[in-house]
């Protein structure tokens, strides 16, 4: 799922994404792909890159981030 947001003007930076998965529990981030791979617990579970942050999704979750507003990756 895209989850695009009001930072589309600027990058996320690692302090912004901490700050959003905080609710959520800790995350590290690593430099990748021109953004930042976000992972928990050693598995990546988003990407952010220019204006946009890719969750990875599964069966479960799909429906819920889509009436959220997001859309897949392509």
Same mark, same amino acid.
């Given at each position: 799922?895209?989850?695009? =947001?009001?930072? %589309?003007? &600027?990058?996320? *930076? ?8 905080? $609710?959520? /529990? $800790?995350? +590290?981030?690593? *430099? #990748?792909? !021109? /953004?930042? /791979? ?5 598995? #990546?579970?988003?990407?952010? %890159?220019?204006? %946009?942050?890719? #969750?990875?999704? =599964?069966?479960? &979750? *799909?429906?819920?981030? !889509? +009436?959220? =507003? +997001? *859309? $897949?990756? &392509?």
């Amino acid at each position: 799922a895209t989850i695009h =947001g009001a930072w %589309a003007e &600027s990058p996320l *930076r690692p302090d912004d994404i901490r700050e959003l998965f905080e $609710p959520t /529990g $800790p995350v +590290s981030i690593r *430099r #990748m792909f !021109g /953004g930042h /791979g976000i992972f928990r617990d050693g598995l #990546m579970i988003a990407i952010a %890159a220019d204006d %946009a942050l890719w #969750m990875k999704t =599964g069966a479960e &979750s *799909r429906a819920a981030f !889509g +009436s959220a =507003g +997001s *859309r $897949p990756f &392509s």
